[in-house]
Each structure stands twice: as structure tokens, then as C-alpha cells.
């Protein structure tokens, strides 16, 4: 895995040792014009040695708030499904493939809108740090943005789904739906059915960690 290079007025890779000034330097991110309409940006969290990583696509409303990753109602399904699965989320480090809340503006709401892959692949110089940072030994990517950030290239999750896959830093990447999915499914057997795949999904995470 490589760090893209970044703009001479920004801090480059090697600058950026730890995951405390990696935060902070996050937040002055003008890379792409998204930080123009968000509160601030959203940076990883969890232990520096975590064995796994779970990247999601981007922060929505409550984590654009809060400035934390998965708090809201996609963050507390991702939480029941990973009691299902046997990974303790305490141990997991988890993050975006995009920092900051893209969204358009409706009456009082703010809706999520998919970033772009010019978006997803300026932000990858930040995601591609926390990789060199943490060294998980697992990648769980939850949406397509979340496996382009990753890869560095569009694929489809049914493509990439049900085996892990080697990355070229030694890790593995396990892909799967975003739990945000699962709450735009209205009908309740088909949500049970998707909300079992996933969690299916991360268990094949958790049998690569065991393993390890």
C-alpha cells in the first residue's frame, strides 16, 4: 500500500506519527470541497494495535456532530451485529473512507448524499495513514465507497463478498453491506436476511482473527 501525496501546503505522510495528530490535522482537510458544508471532519477511532478495521463509507448527521464515527442509528445496529458475530467493538478500529458529511439540505434535515469517486479518492491519503498507523490484520469495508477507499478502485461488493481477500500490506480484506442499508430496507424478512448476511460476513472477520 502507498500514501498518495498531497498538496505542498499540507502536512505529508511522514509528518503524521500518531493517531492523536492525525485527528487534528484532519480537521484543517481542504482537499475536496466537502469541508466547506460539514461541521467538521469525522477521524477514526479506536486503539492504535487494533487487529481489525472497519471502514464505513462517510459520516452521516449525528457522527458530522458529534465528530466521532458511527453514533447514530447505523452505528448501533453495526454494534448488535458485532455481539453476533463475537468481535468486541472496543478492540476494533473504526473509521470512514470519506471524513467529512456530504448532504444536501431538506427543510430541517440534512440527507446523506454518496460521495464521489473524486471525493473517495482524495480522501484515501488519510485512510491509507491510519492503515500505516494502525496495521490491522483484517479490513472490513461496509459499501462500496468504503471498498474504494480501500482499493483504490470501484468494485462491486457481490463481487468481492464471501472470502477474504490479501491486501498488499499482509492484510485481508473481508467486504460487506453498509448496516445504513439495512435501515432503508422497509420489509422486515428481507431485512432479517440482509442483517444475517452481514453478520455473516463478520464472522468470517472474526475466524481470521482467531487465526492470527
Not at 475536496?32 to 486503539?47: E, H
Not at 427543510?107 to 473517495?120: C, D, F, Q, T, Y
Request: proline share 6%.
Amino acid at each position: 500500500m502507498s500514501t498518495a501525496t498531497t498538496d505542498a501546503d499540507s502536512p505529508t505522510a511522514a509528518d503524521l506519527k500518531t493517531l492523536d495528530t492525525l485527528a487534528r490535522v484532519e480537521q484543517g482537510c481542504t482537499r475536496c470541497p466537502l469541508y466547506r458544508d460539514a461541521t467538521q471532519a469525522v477521524p477514526g477511532a479506536g486503539p492504535k494495535m487494533a487487529h481489525v478495521m472497519l471502514v464505513g463509507e462517510q459520516p452521516g448527521d449525528q457522527e458530522d456532530l458529534a465528530g466521532k464515527p458511527f453514533v447514530g442509528p447505523a452505528g448501533r445496529l453495526l454494534d448488535q451485529a458485532l455481539v453476533d458475530a463475537g468481535i468486541d467493538r472496543d478492540e476494533a478500529f473504526i473509521t470512514n473512507a470519506v471524513k467529512h458529511f456530504k448532504h444536501e439540505p431538506r427543510g430541517k434535515r440534512r440527507l446523506h448524499k454518496r460521495p464521489n469517486a473524486s471525493e473517495i479518492d482524495q480522501c484515501q491519503w488519510w485512510l491509507n495513514i491510519e492503515r500505516d498507523l494502525v496495521r490491522p490484520k483484517v479490513i472490513v469495508g461496509m459499501g462500496v465507497t468504503a471498498l474504494r477507499g480501500v482499493l483504490g478502485r470501484a468494485v462491486t461488493i457481490t463481487s468481492m463478498r464471501g472470502e477474504p481477500h490479501p491486501l498488499d500490506d499482509g492484510s485481508q480484506l473481508v467486504a460487506t453491506i453498509h448496516p445504513s442499508s439495512l435501515l432503508r430496507t422497509r420489509d422486515r424478512a428481507d431485512r432479517d436476511a440482509k442483517y444475517k448476511g452481514f453478520v455473516t460476513d463478520l464472522e468470517v472477520c472474526a475466524t481470521l482473527l482467531a487465526s492470527t
